[in-house]
């Protein structure tokens, strides 16, 4: 028999024996660590339940307030908090290219937002009470999770001052938002500035207050808010070209409203180089176009300063005649008066004084028509005319189209007279001065007086002198009048001498020294014989009996001599060749009129 083993022999002599169970001892251990974990974690609780600070390691918004006091606490997030800087800005979009490159974002800080040094205290007092007021399990969870994580607490709405929060908000607005620009342009001396359209945004308060609150609750630093792109006008090369391009233009005087129109520069450049100049600048960015620029000169507010300063040259003739012609040489006189011409215009007497007609107040006065005396209405038109003809002369105006009379009329210088005539000739002068000039016309007491004011920029003076070239006497002529009595003499013509004038005008300067003397004009004034009728001699009439004889008035024969009528006659003068120098005149002038530069 084999031997047998310890366990055989115990099981043999009849004994009993229970197996051991290696788990309990395992069991046994996890329960009691578990017991004494709790019984930590318990402490723990209570030890958390029983601070009077805050937890090691507490924050408040990234503060660490852990072993501090409620006081401590607020003094220390009163420090810290209100001066944090929270950067914001606007999301980009594909418009966002049309802002200015330097319009970034904008910063703000918690104390702007009402998380004030003053609210500190408050935020401490609620984190501590919060604290203190957890469940009492809740602690030792609370402080494990803080030793282990460094956690704590952000801030809250209720945390900040919401009157300075809504302010800080529409502020941040304000400082995020952009004015759009619009394309402009500037013109200097050789160039010109364009400036290339930026656009603008606008930031909604309400979005902007939301997306603060939710980066302060998140403890974040970086803000982005939504905007609104506000799209600006841009700059056309085609309103640039249409705007500078031309010619310049001085200050103007504007007959229509009786003010000044503004000056005007003259440019010119390469439209298409400053279209591609342009395309390729930033937003907001000012290029240079070379131009070639012409500066006015003379501005509006120079011209106001200057406008009808000075008195250029005047002319007074004395107005003789019937009543009818008076009547007509004081309502074609007021036809001009007033008259403004700018620099460069042309004046025409007979498209300012316009037709001559009964419905315009014109009456019938003697006039010449085809040599003869007759009634005409308008008849004495050509007397403002001449007036203000040597009132132009005297003013150193350019005379663009004048004719002399038929016959030398009584009234002015000879050679300084202007017929006119609708639909026959007309009187033309252009105001050859760089400034405005108006002419004034007045009646007063028999005697017509002309102006020209305008803007004097030099000390010249003008005085008309006139040379008789020849001279043709009339003759008298009789003709035989059956009707009148045997003896009977009567003047059915008056008579002209005629005269070839040659005028002068001859410039001074300030000092009387004489510039120039220039020949103005040659005015061919025709003469005209007395016609005399004369009745039958006394032996015709006693050989043939009575004649029957009409009354009239006798006159003596009169030598033929130098004569003037009392109205003018119109129809063009002829206009020779430009003649020599000039001399002394012959003979005075049937009426002195007096240029500005004498007394």
């Known amino acids: 028999m084999g031997q047998m083993t310890k366990e055989d022999r115990t099981a043999t002599s009849g004994g009993s024996r229970v197996k051991k169970n290696p788990a309990v001892p395992v069991i046994m251990a996890l329960t009691l660590t578990a017991a004494i974990m709790a019984g930590a974690y318990g402490g723990l609780c209570a030890w958390a339940g029983s601070r009077t600070v805050f937890y090691p390691r507490e924050t408040i918004s990234g503060v660490n307030v852990g072993g501090l ?17 929270l950067s914001v800005s606007p999301v980009q979009t594909a418009e966002s290219e049309g802002w200015l490159p330097e319009a970034g974002g904008a910063t703000v800080t918690l104390g702007e937002l009402g998380y004030t040094a003053e609210q500190c205290p408050g935020i401490a007092q609620r984190r501590f009470e919060a604290q203190a007021a957890a469940p009492f399990l809740s602690r030792g969870a609370r402080v494990l999770s803080i030793l282990t994580n460094s956690g704590g607490d952000n801030l809250t709405a209720q945390d900040r001052d919401e009157e300075v929060f809504q302010k800080g908000v529409a502020q941040l607005a304000e400082d995020l938002a952009l004015e759009p620009l619009d394309g402009a342009f500037q013109v200097l001396d050789d160039e010109i500035l364009l400036t290339k359209e930026a656009n603008g945004r606008s930031v909604g308060e309400a979005g902007l207050a939301l997306a603060l609150e939710n980066a302060v609750a998140g403890g974040e630093t970086e803000v982005q808010v939504d905007v609104t792109t506000q799209p600006a ?32 520069r003259g440019a010119s450049f390469d439209a298409a180089s400053a279209q591609r100049v342009l395309s ?37 003739t004395h107005v003789g005649g019937t009543a009818a012609r008076v009547s007509n040489v004081k309502l074609a006189s007021a036809a001009f008066d007033g008259t403004v011409l700018n620099s460069g215009d042309l004046f025409s007497y007979n498209e300012t004084v316009g037709q001559r007609t009964v419905e315009k107040g014109y009456k019938a006065a003697p006039a ?60 033309k002068f252009t105001n050859n001065t760089q400034y405005p000039v108006k002419i004034v016309a007045k009646y007063d007491k028999g005697y017509l007086t002309v102006q ?100 009239g008035t006798p006159v003596e024969p009169v030598s033929p001599g130098n004569q003037t009528p009392e109205v003018p006659a119109t129809g063009p003068a002829e206009i020779p060749a430009e003649p020599e120098a000039p001399v002394t005149p012959e003979e005075p002038p049937a009426i002195v009129v007096i240029p500005p530069s004498e007394e």
């Open 69 to 85: 006091t409620v006081e401590q606490a607020g003094q220390v997030l009163a420090g810290a908090l209100p001066g944090r800087t």
């Open 280 to 316: 390729k600048a930033l937003p907001g960015e000012t290029v240079s176009v070379p131009a070639d620029i012409r500066e006015p000169e003379i501005t509006a507010e120079e011209l106001k300063a200057v406008l009808f300063r000075d008195l250029l040259g005047e002319c007074t």
């Open 233 to 264: 006008q841009p700059l056309s090369i085609q309103t640039v070209h249409e705007a500078v391009s031309g010619e310049m233009e001085n200050a103007r005087y504007d007959p229509a409203t009786g003010g000044i129109l503004p000056e005007k």
């Open 368 to 427: 010449y028509v085809q040599g003869e005396t007759v009634d005409e209405i308008g008849g004495g038109v050509c007397q403002p005319s001449s007036t203000l003809y040597y009132a132009c002369l005297l003013s150193n105006m350019e005379i663009t189209e004048r004719y002399a009379h038929r016959y030398i009329p009584n009234y002015i210088t000879r050679g300084m007279d202007a017929t006119v005539s609708w639909g026959g000739p007309d009187y």
């Open 452 to 551: 020209l004011w305008g803007t004097k920029t030099d000390d010249l003076v003008v005085k008309m002198t006139y040379d008789t070239l020849s001279s043709t006497p009339f003759q008298e002529v009789e003709q035989l009048d059956p009707t009148l009595a045997p003896g009977q003499r009567q003047v059915k013509v008056t008579p002209y001498t005629g005269y070839k004038v040659k005028t002068y005008r001859n410039i001074f300067d300030g000092s009387g020294a004489l510039i120039s003397s220039d020949v103005e004009d040659i005015s061919d004034y025709k003469h005209r014989d007395r016609l005399v009728l004369v009745g039958p001699p006394k032996e015709d009439a006693e050989a043939g009996g009575s004649v029957p004889g009409v009354p």
